[in-house]
């Protein structure tokens, strides 16, 4: 029996076909043996079920009940949050990130090329082994202390 | 990310060649005491900025005299030797982007080779002792 007849055959059981098809299968059924005998079964398992199923009652009415559950459908929808606006200091943030490690590297590379002196970046070449260098860094001023002229020679040109 | 890079690139560059320009330079002699005036009446005391960048230096001198001053240019790879008395002279080379290489002569002989960056404004100050617990100061400054 094909799955469309099967189908015929369920809704005649529920009593879901218009009348005039009802007549038609019912007619169908008294010479159909097979089809008898599966409607026998479909009304014996459906006996079977209601008699050991606990019914389930709602308090609300059935079409309270099913606007319930519509209402809630909407309401689930109507609350699925927005996609988030990213704030423009967030962007800026994203942005500024890379582009600072990148600036970071390059006054990295700068600085690493010049010349490491003694002190402060300076580089001193003395004959006075007696002299000495100094670097104020908040005044911006590098002094070379010498102990030339010796004091004695400067007394013997006055 | 590829932008930014060439862009500091180019700031990098760009201040590079910047700073290739002609350096001016201003170089003073002074003389260090603790007495509240020179016996030398050309001498005059120094100016207000030197003075105070010279009391945050370890120097024992309360007050100093300018004996000469002179200032001069140097362009970019080359050198200029000024003479601020017959014993005292600075030969400065211009070595690009602010760095200097300074020598300073004591009656015709080289004493001390400085080499450093001179950013506009800073100071570089060679000194030594002088009679009577005095000093000689060489400041050289990077004018604005």
């Given at each position: 029996m094909e799955n469309d007849a099967h189908l015929k055959l369920q809704a005649f059981v529920d009593g879901e076909l218009p009348e005039a098809e009802a007549r038609v299968v019912a007619s169908q059924l008294a010479r159909d043996a097979d089809a008898a005998a599966l409607i026998a079964e479909m009304k014996f398992t459906r006996h079977a079920l209601a008699g050991h199923e606990k019914a389930v009652r709602v308090p609300e009415s059935r079409d309270f009940y099913w606007s319930k559950i519509r209402r809630q459908i909407e309401a689930s929808e109507v609350e699925r949050p927005a996609p988030v606006a990213i704030p423009w200091h967030a962007k800026l943030r994203r942005f500024l990130a890379p582009a600072t490690a990148v600036a970071v590297v390059a006054i990295a590379g700068l600085l690493a090329t010049q010349p490491v002196g003694v002190v402060g970046g300076t580089e001193t070449s003395l004959s006075d082994s007696g002299a000495f260098t100094y670097r104020d860094f908040s005044s911006g001023t590098t002094l070379v202390w010498l102990s030339y002229p010796a004091e004695e020679t400067l007394d013997d040109e006055d | 990310?590829?932008?930014?890079?060439?862009?500091?690139?180019?700031?990098?560059?760009?201040?590079?060649?910047?700073?290739?320009?002609?350096?001016?330079?201003?170089?003073?002699?002074?003389?260090?005491?603790?007495?509240?005036?020179?016996?030398n009446p050309k001498h005059k005391p120094v100016g207000p900025e030197i003075r105070k960048k010279l009391k945050?230096?370890?120097?024992?001198?309360?007050?100093?005299?300018?004996?000469?001053?002179?200032?001069?240019?140097?362009?970019?790879?080359?050198?200029?030797?000024?003479?601020?008395?017959?014993?005292?002279?600075?030969?400065?080379?211009?070595?690009?982007?602010?760095?200097?290489?300074?020598?300073?002569?004591?009656?015709?002989?080289?004493?001390?080779?400085?080499?450093?960056?001179?950013?506009?404004?800073?100071?570089?100050?060679?000194?030594?002792?002088?009679?009577?617990?005095?000093?000689?100061?060489?400041?050289l400054k990077h004018a604005e």
């Open positions: - | 990310m590829l932008w930014m890079a060439v862009l500091v690139l180019c700031l990098s560059m760009t201040a590079g060649s910047a700073q290739t320009a002609t350096l001016k330079l201003e170089a003073q002699l002074l003389w260090g005491t603790n007495d509240g005036t020179s016996p945050e230096l370890p120097l024992k001198w309360t007050n100093y005299f300018e004996e000469n001053r002179k200032s001069f240019d140097v362009a970019e790879g080359g050198a200029n030797k000024v003479s601020l008395s017959d014993r005292c002279e600075v030969e400065v080379r211009n070595l690009g982007g602010n760095k200097i290489e300074v020598t300073h002569f004591g009656k015709g002989e080289k004493v001390v080779k400085q080499t450093q960056t001179l950013p506009k404004g800073e100071l570089l100050v060679l000194g030594g002792n002088a009679p009577n617990s005095t000093a000689w100061l060489v400041v």
